[in-house]
């Protein structure tokens, strides 16, 4: 369809838009790195999985396939990714060359084996000996025996030992974690800050790896493998879906590659033995770069300055909330909404430790899709189970990446005396729900949280994210009609205030919508403002298509993908889409709309994608609460308002910032969020 944008070149362009924050003059410098990063991970994560997924359809053969959205096959498309990548990941070494030229300025050096000093000669050695070597095991390639595995996710240097007849060929593993980093901080000078790459001390140490070999000289040369993250579950049903899951996140790991990434010096015999090996063929597969790879670790660049850092104010203590009373008494008085990382993810954290201490507080379920590594919330359930509650957790073990994690989780929660509830195969729990119940004189209370975004306390400081906290009736009988289906999933319940997918969410939205688009028709005020972090379902492009038609007035702030194609005359002329990316991920769901003149709002967990909408457990609630309903009207009107970091999102798709008329305040949207707040706190 003409009118429906590529789901996959939309995300490519919001990447860019990372890329856009890392070229931004006006962010310190080594932010601008941590960009690069994000933007690396990203780009990482979408071969992974897109393309991976692309190049699978394209390779069936004798079989009528479904278009992908925009209208292209498998086969048209890759060529067009193919050359966005190429052409970002240019962008992206010219940014990271000036970016370290910057860098010189503060006295900060990113130096190579070849520029050491001899007291940083000795300190490398010393640290190749004492931290380093014990970690690597060498891998000599052999013509005759197959490669051993290699996981993606790592970096790995080729080594080529040539001698007077032949070469031997090798490929070292870099041992990189938190106690071997990527990036080592040298002994320097002062007024001066030396840094080197993991990757140049282990070259500096060639011939003490691999000493018993006779060879003229040594050379190595950094590649990244990037394999298939597809993840397919056996279907015996005699098996448990933990085991499933194991054993899928294993065949995953041995997924084929989809890209090798390497260093364009590399000499050509090494790049022919390791793609051979690799069983890699396609010319697209092969992807030259520079001297580095694995360049997500820049997320971890070390922090040298204060001054090359992006200020982040601490989070507020919610007006309401006194972190030294009992936050289930503040919830009993009214509803709360807490937005983060504005407010401190601390008071979700203290509800769930008051209700585990709580003698009143017979139960607690929670739906866990994503958790903090040392988990604050799995603690406090361990600690409500021991204090005798009934706790129910939902966790999800198909959250891409995090699988591993979750299957821990079960097992640590279960050994606690945690009921773990598992979702089927092919139905995804994403909803972010808490229901805590409690005793009070002859009844019992429950007590709902309501959420857009994961509970972890570690993402919270740098997700936006909203999250309310109710004792509604209606809410709560809603609550638990949802843990219910979620452990008898042949049930659907109707709900009375919860919008629930995959049965009733689509259908929700839609009814939004087409309220509006009667009040557009009859003359009166209609409008839609919502904020997701994706819109790429077509049918609720289609749906947004016939409101703007119709006179609606829909303004959309969508951080990624984004398959409606914004401003086009006689189908979205009504339509403005904006897409703003800073120093905090945009992650909130909101939808309001103008209802005859009597604004409603509601906050979920879902996106307007096919697989939230159908093939998800997704949870809203529409707010009740006036005051927090002008809360988020403020939020939204601050966030289009945004004139700094907000980009407009329409063909012909040049991530062009929202215009700034010369003379006129700017306006930087999470920082006036922070002021926001802080005003509504007086």
């Not at 503060?106 to 130096?111: E, F, N, Q, R, S």
């Not at 009667?518 to 409101?547: P, Q, W």
Request: glycine share 6%; net charge neutral; hydrophobic share 40%.
């Amino acid at each position: 369809m003409m009118n429906i944008y590529s789901r996959e070149i939309s995300w490519l362009q919001f990447n860019d838009r990372v890329l856009q924050e890392a070229r931004d003059g006006s962010v310190p410098l080594v932010q601008r790195l941590r960009f690069l990063g994000i933007f690396s991970n990203n780009q990482d994560e979408f071969i992974r999985v897109r393309v991976a997924n692309i190049i699978r359809m394209a390779e069936l053969r004798g079989q009528k396939l479904p278009r992908l959205t925009g209208g292209y096959t498998a086969g048209d498309l890759l060529p067009l990714i193919d050359r966005h990548l190429s052409s970002s990941r240019d962008i992206f070494y010219e940014t990271y060359a000036g970016i370290r030229a910057e860098l010189e300025s503060y006295g900060v050096y990113v130096v190579d084996e070849n520029e050491l000093s001899d007291a940083q000669l000795a300190f490398c050695q010393n640290y190749f000996s004492s931290v380093v070597s014990t970690r690597l095991v060498p891998l000599l390639l052999r013509k005759s025996v197959e490669i051993p595995f290699l996981p993606d996710g790592k970096i790995y240097l080729a080594v080529k030992m040539t001698g007077t007849a032949s070469s031997r060929y090798a490929i070292l593993q870099m041992p990189v974690s938190d106690a071997c980093p990527r990036f080592v901080v040298l002994p320097s000078q002062t007024g001066r800050t030396d840094i080197i790459f993991l990757d140049d001390i282990v070259r500096l140490f060639l011939d003490d790896i691999f000493f018993m070999f006779n060879y003229e000289s040594i050379s190595a040369h950094t590649f990244k493998i990037v394999r298939d993250a597809a993840l397919t579950l056996d279907d015996d049903a005699s098996k448990s879906i933990s085991e499933k899951m194991f054993q899928g996140i294993t065949k995953r790991e041995h997924g084929r590659p989809v890209r090798l990434i390497y260093d364009e010096a590399m000499p050509p015999d090494v790049l022919e033995t390791i793609a051979r090996k690799l069983g890699i063929r396609r010319a697209g597969q092969l992807q030259a770069g520079g001297r580095y790879h694995q360049m997500r670790d820049l997320m971890k660049f070390p922090s040298v300055h204060p001054e090359l850092e992006e200020p982040r104010s601490a989070p507020m203590i919610h007006p309401q909330i006194d972190p030294r009373e009992s936050v289930l008494g503040v919830i009993r008085k009214g509803d709360v909404l807490l937005a983060y990382p504005y407010h401190t993810f601390n008071h979700f954290i203290d509800l769930l430790r008051e209700a585990a201490v709580d003698p009143r507080v017979q139960s607690i379920h929670i739906t866990l899709y994503r958790t903090a590594q040392h988990s604050k919330v799995i603690h406090a359930l361990l600690s409500a189970a021991q204090n005798g509650k009934a706790v129910t957790a939902m966790v999800e073990l198909k959250a891409r990446f995090d699988e591993e994690q979750n299957i821990d989780n079960t097992d640590l929660l279960q050994q606690g005396g945690v009921k773990v509830v598992h979702s089927l195969e092919e139905l995804k729990v994403h909803s972010k729900l808490v229901l805590i119940e409690r005793r009070e004189g002859n009844t019992t209370r429950g007590y709902a949280y309501v959420g857009t975004g994961n509970f972890n306390e570690d993402t919270a400081r740098i997700y936006g994210d909203f999250g309310l906290l109710t004792t509604d009736e209606a809410v709560v009988e809603d609550a638990r009609k949802v843990f219910d289906f979620l452990q008898n999933t042949h049930k659907h319940p109707t709900y009375n205030k919860l919008v629930v997918s995959p049965y009733y969410m689509r259908s929700k939205i839609e009814a939004i919508i087409d309220g509006e688009i009667r009040n557009a028709r009859r003359g009166k005020k209609a409008y839609i403002h919502a904020k997701f972090n994706s819109l790429t379902d077509e049918a609720m492009v289609i749906k947004l298509y016939e409101a703007s038609r119709a006179g609606v007035e829909v303004r959309l702030i969508i951080r990624g993908a984004c398959c409606l194609q914004a401003g086009v005359p006689e189908l979205s002329e009504n339509i403005e889409v904006r897409s703003i990316v800073d120093k905090y991920l945009e992650h909130a769901r909101l939808l309001i709309a103008c209802n005859g003149g009597k604004a409603q709002s509601w906050i979920m967990s879902a996106d307007l994608m096919t697989r939230n909408l159908d093939r998800r457990v997704e949870v809203g609630i529409p707010i009740r609460d006036k005051g927090i309903h002008k809360t988020l009207e403020g939020y939204f009107a601050i966030q289009w308002g945004d004139n700094t970091k907000a980009r407009l999102i329409a063909p012909p798709y040049l991530n062009a910032y929202v215009p700034h008329t010369e003379g006129t305040p700017t306006h930087r949207s999470q920082t006036e969020l922070y002021d926001y707040f802080e005003t509504l706190n007086k």
